[in-house]
């Protein structure tokens, strides 16, 4: 359980846009495996052992009632969506816990667990070694992806700067850090309905392959 190791105990997960790109379709119901989208990617931060902090903004009350009855979802509503992602980061954020906290996006359902575990145990690394706290990407050859550990003080100093700042930019000032997670699912979202069905097609691979 990543909670158990240090204190990091929650996901914020953001899922509030409204998927202007996928040509009238939305991402978080969109059919995915035995489930949807959002539901996969929630089940695989419960896997890894933390309670999550889901960011609702565009057609929120129907993500409220798909996990009205999970106690360890917390709905988050940003009333101010369109104004970008990073206000809807920061309003999970600020209804998190933990010295540190994850950061993940809806639409990454082929993000495993382990991922999760790899980036939380570099954490645990560098605290032991008296390491000062950055924020740190699961990455793949070198490139950042999700999930994104974000120490919390990093993560609301952020609330100062404009709203179609990239919370990404913010981070990149403390000297983020890398964790090889040897999967390119990290890098993999879904801006296109082309992306979606590519996505779908290697989740029934990787489900096959079990």
């Not at 920061?90 to 933990?98: A, D, F, K, P, V």
């Amino acid at each position: 359980m990543v909670g158990k190791v240090l204190n990091i105990s929650d996901c914020v997960i953001v899922a509030a846009g409204a998927s202007t790109r996928m040509g009238g379709a939305w991402k978080p119901l969109l059919p995915f495996g035995a489930s949807t989208i959002i539901q996969t990617t929630v089940e695989t931060a419960f896997s890894a052992g933390l309670r999550i902090v889901l960011v609702v903004g565009f057609r929120g009350e129907e993500l409220a009632r798909l996990f009205a009855h999970e106690r360890e979802v917390i709905i988050a509503e940003n009333p101010h969506w369109e104004r970008g992602l990073l206000g809807s980061v920061l309003c999970g954020m600020e209804r998190s816990q933990g010295e540190a906290v994850f950061s993940m996006n809806a639409d990454k359902p082929l993000v495993s667990p382990e991922a999760y575990r790899l980036v939380a145990a570099e954490y645990e690394r560098r605290a032991k070694a008296g390491m000062p706290p950055v924020p740190l990407f699961a990455s793949y050859q070198g490139k950042a992806g999700h999930p994104v550990l974000i120490p919390r003080e990093i993560a609301l100093q952020a609330a100062s700067l404009p709203p179609d700042t990239r919370m990404r930019d913010h981070l990149k000032k403390y000297e983020p850090a890398l964790v090889d997670c040897g999967d390119e699912a990290i890098l993999l979202d879904i801006d296109t309905n082309e992306e979606y069905e590519r996505l779908r097609v290697l989740g029934k691979r990787s489900i096959q392959g079990l």
